[in-house]
């Protein structure tokens, strides 16, 4: 009887062994704020941002915590309707030193402010008091990282889109040749002397020395004249005081000059002003200016910032600007009333 063939063995040699290449490990895309670096890289080149601005910029910045937790503010407060006085705020917002030194660089700078209220129509007192308020006259505009505080801010993303739009402004004044140190300011990303955001910045830096360069960082004349650039963009009239004092009698009725105006800006701002009437019509309800007073057909807002009983002060179209700078009824009266100190009225 015939044997089988024995079965063949498998040629276990290893140029034999068939094998099949393992599919090569991708790394894999970086997440959290690293990943996020990326997304602001691609918005800034889309939005002209020079290439090697990006690449030089945008990986090294760092996430800022600080300024994150800075931005949201101490938690768990509840807001009500009560509405704290003025007056604290302004014995430590209009103090003496500010003053003094406001009074101090007013008469130093008398010839340029003249000059720029003659350029831009701001009071240039006012000017002045917004200098002293935002930076205590230069002596401080912030210690943090613009870059990282407004790549921090987008990151966190309750306002992404507003410093998103900062961080890109930051990257586009590195384009025109501001220095990367200068690039420091608040946890909010504000900058310079006059505190701008970049976007701002960009827009509306103003040559007040007559250099050809507007410098925001190192130059009063210049952050001086920014101010009064802005103020004009806002819509400052010229020769119009930013409001007045006023007595109010004991016999107005608050309930007939309330105003119904709902502004989708600054709501809580806004609705402790009343309608508008003008000088005239106010003195026919018998209040009277404490020192200074509005021509007869000027309109003007009442707001009563410490209460009924209290000294309280017809606004003009004027401190609506101020408070565009500052949307804080409390930043714009202690504005008004530093600048009138300051030009001694």
Known sequence: MQQAAPAS?????????????????QPAAPTGFEGYKRVLAARALREGVRPQTVQNYVYSTRLNQRAIDLDKGPQNISYSNTISPFAPYRREHVTPSL??????????????LTAMQARYGV??????????????????TGGFDLLDVLASLAY??????????EFVGALKLLDIGVGRGRLKGSYA???????FMPTVALRLRADGDGDGYADLWNNEEDGLASIGNYLRDAGWKPNVPWGVAVQVPATLNRAAIRSTLR?????????RHSRWLTMREWRGLGL?????TLPDNELATLIEPDGPGQTAYLLTTNYRAILDYNCSNFYALSVGLLADAIARR
Request: positive net charge; glycine residues 8%; proline residues 10%.
């Open 123 to 140: 009071d240039p007192a006012v000017m002045m008091a917004i200098y002293g308020h935002e930076t205590s006259y230069g002596s401080f």
């Open 288 to 292: 009277l200016p404490v020192r200074a």
């Open 263 to 271: 502004p989708q800006r600054c709501p809580r701002v806004y609705q």
């Open 189 to 195: 990303g504000a900058t310079g002397y006059p505190q």
């Open 99 to 112: 003053i003094a030194r406001g009074q101090d660089r007013y008469s130093r700078y008398y010839q340029h």
């Open 156 to 165: 966190d993303g309750r306002r992404r889109e507003l410093f998103e739009s």
């Open 9 to 25: 063995r498998p040629d276990l040699r290893p140029s034999a062994v068939q094998t099949t290449a393992a599919p090569a490990v």
